[in-house]
Each structure stands twice: as structure tokens, then as C-alpha cells.
């Protein structure tokens, strides 16, 4: 296959690098950086021009295009490479919004059914006020759109809360959410649309600092397996089977209903509370620093699973 990888991190290194592994594919990147570009041709562009990067698609005769960013996505670079007839995997700018908007996400999480944490939503001063002294902390605040990993707060001081919430109400409705206790994990779908396929779990180190001290980050290591997640549902399977069935399923339906059918990968955020499995985010491409951990461990093509995702031929790839 040649394959058009967008992006410039390691995530899309860690893409590359196991789709070379297969041996059979020629691979160029637009964007890139130094270790990518030891391995494949690297084309600058625009990532956030949609007719750009579909100009380039198109030019080099490429059968699939993978974004990994959030950021093409939200913009529609994925559509514009879908209405040129190439195969693309990544979602359209409408279904994109399950990252792009945590307001949106939540509600396709309450028409779904997902279990998630409760949530205020809250438009001005007074409101936020209200909700945060109608809650004990510790408490999280979350902007709507992104922020590059800044728009989250996670805090036991009722001022910083207030502060952080603050600088967000300008721009959109700002969410007082639930705290969740117990530990964090990543579960990543591929989705046509339809079905779905798990695949392995994985932790980021959050913190900043070495001995999990300092603020949280979107992670600056990662590792997989888990082994908390075997002793505590016996197996990885079941505990991706459980996440299928309550949360990618019920939501990859409710997308497809509203007419934003998720095509590429959806990312599952999860806490796992002692009440059970949580969701505090979605996002609609691989994560970052997850993705260097998980694409090692996995053994059938990933070409072929990125190629049916984008065609909607997940239910017939092998396991
Ligand atoms: P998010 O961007 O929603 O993933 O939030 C960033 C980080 O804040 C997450 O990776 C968690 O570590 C933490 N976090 C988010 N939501 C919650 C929550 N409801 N309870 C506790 N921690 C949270
Ligand atoms: N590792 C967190 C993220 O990719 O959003």
C-alpha cells in the first residue's frame, strides 16, 4: 500500500514505524520530524489546509491517508481527503467533535448511556460559583474546545478552580465535572463507523516530575500491558469487552444516529472507579505517548486494520 501519514510527533513515528515493519509499504509523511524523516520522506505542508493536504494525497497516488493529529481533524482535513475518493483514516470534522468539544461529548455520552462523571455545565461568574461551592473538591474543571492539554484543572483549591474556570468562560460554556478516584487508562477502537475493535490498554505517566510528583500532562511515558487491569478483570479481553459493549459501541451508534458516522480511531479515557468504569474523555485519533507501547504489541497488520476502518470492512478483518 502507499500510505500518507499527517503529523509531526511520535505517535506518528510509532504509526510509521509499524507500518514499515510489515515490509510491503511505502510510506511518506507530510509534516514529520528528525527520527521520521530518517526512515521515510517527509513533505511540509500545511497540516491544517484540507485542499492542501487532499491536493498532495491525490498528486502522489496514495491509497490511504492516516491523520494523527486532533488538531486536521477538527479542521476537516479528513473530509476534504474523503470527497477527493481516497481512502482516509481519520473522521469527518462533524464526528471530530467528540474530541473538540467536551460539552458535545458529554451529551452524545448521556444519549448513549455511557457511564461518565456528573457535570454542570456553566455560562457565566454566578453559575460557576454556584457550582463549584455546591460540590465538595476536590474539583475538576474542564474548557469546552481544545487547549493542547491545558484546559483541564484538577484541584483541591476552590480558588484556583474558580481562576482556571475564569479564563475559559469568555470562549464557551465551561464544565464543573465529577471528581473520579482509582486508576487512569487508555482503550483505543478502531471504528468504520459501525464496528468497532479494541485494541490493548494501556497507562500513561501522567505527572511531570519523576515519583509522580508535579502537575498533570498528557502523559510523558507510557506502558502496556497493565497488570492491574488482568488482576482485576481477569484478563485484558474482558476487561476491552466490557469497554465495547458499554461505552465505543452505545457511542459509535449515537455518532452514526446524528449523521457523524466515526470513521478512524476513537479514544477512550477512562477511570476505573470502585463503581465501575468511567469515561472523562474521548478524542478521535491514537494517543500520544500511548500509541509507542501499543503498536509494538500488536501482531496482524496494522494496514490492513487502518485500511478497513477507513472502507467500513472492520467486521470481516481476521482477529
Ligand atoms: P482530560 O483532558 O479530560 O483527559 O483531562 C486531563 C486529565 O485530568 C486526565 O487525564 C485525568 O488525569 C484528569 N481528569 C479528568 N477528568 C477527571 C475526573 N472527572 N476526575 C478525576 N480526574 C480527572
Ligand atoms: N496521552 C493522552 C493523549 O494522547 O491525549
Redesign the pocket.
Known amino acids: 500500500m502507499r500510505i500518507l501519514v499527517l503529523g509531526t510527533g511520535a ?1 506518528e513515528h510509532a504509526i510509521i514505524t509499524a507500518l514499515l515493519r510489515e515490509g510491503s509499504h511505502e510510506v511518506i509523511c507530510a509534516g514529520g520530524n528528525g527520527g521520521i524523516a530518517a526512515d521515510v520522506e517527509t513533505v511540509q505542508i500545511d497540516q491544517l489546509n484540507a485542499n492542501l493536504v487532499a491536493e498532495l494525497a491525490a498528486d502522489r497516488a496514495v491509497d490511504l491517508v492516516v491523520i494523527g493529529p486532533e488538531a486536521p481533524l477538527v479542521a476537516g482535513v479528513a473530509d476534504a481527503v474523503r470527497d477527493a475518493g481516497i481512502a482516509v483514516f481519520g473522521p469527518s470534522k462533524l464526528a471530530a467533535r467528540i474530541e473538540g468539544s467536551k460539552s458535545f461529548a458529554k451529551q452524545i455520552m448521556t444519549d448513549a448511556q455511557v457511564p461518565t462523571g456528573a457535570v454542570t455545565q456553566v455560562a457565566d461568574y454566578d453559575q460557576l460559583v454556584a457550582a463549584v461551592d455546591g460540590q465538595g473538591g476536590p474539583w475538576v474543571i474542564k474548557a469546552d474546545g481544545l487547549a493542547a ?1 491545558k484546559g483541564v484543572l484538577v484541584t483541591e483549591d476552590r480558588d484556583a478552580a474558580i481562576e482556571h474556570a475564569e479564563k475559559y468562560l469568555g470562549e464557551g460554556p465551561v464544565l464543573v465535572e465529577e471528581f473520579l478516584a482509582g486508576p487512569e487508562v ?1 482503550l483505543f477502537f478502531l471504528s468504520d463507523g459501525e464496528t468497532v475493535v479494541p485494541l490493548t490498554p494501556a497507562q ?1 505517566y501522567k505527572r511531570l516530575a519523576d515519583g509522580d510528583a508535579g502537575p498533570n500532562t ?2 510523558m511515558g ?1 506502558y502496556s500491558p497493565c497488570g492491574w487491569i488482568v488482576e482485576r478483570f481477569g484478563s485484558e479481553t474482558a476487561f476491552t469487552d466490557e469497554v465495547r459493549r458499554t461505552v465505543a459501541e452505545p457511542t459509535i451508534r449515537r455518532l452514526a444516529e446524528i449523521g457523524a458516522p466515526f470513521v478512524g480511531l476513537l ?1 477512550a ?1 477512562l477511570i476505573v472507579t470502585d463503581a465501575g468504569i468511567r469515561v472523562i ?1 474521548f ?1 478521535a ?6 500509541t509507542q507501547v501499543i503498536l509494538p504489541r500488536l501482531t496482524s497488520s496494522l494496514a490492513d486494520a487502518l485500511m478497513a476502518s477507513a472502507t467500513g470492512a472492520l467486521a470481516e478483518l481476521p482477529p
Request: hydrophobic share 10%; glycine share 30%; charged share 35%.
Open positions: 505517535r492539554g487508555s500513561d498528557g502523559g507510557a479514544y479515557g474523555e478524542n485519533r491514537f494517543g500520544d505517548p500511548e
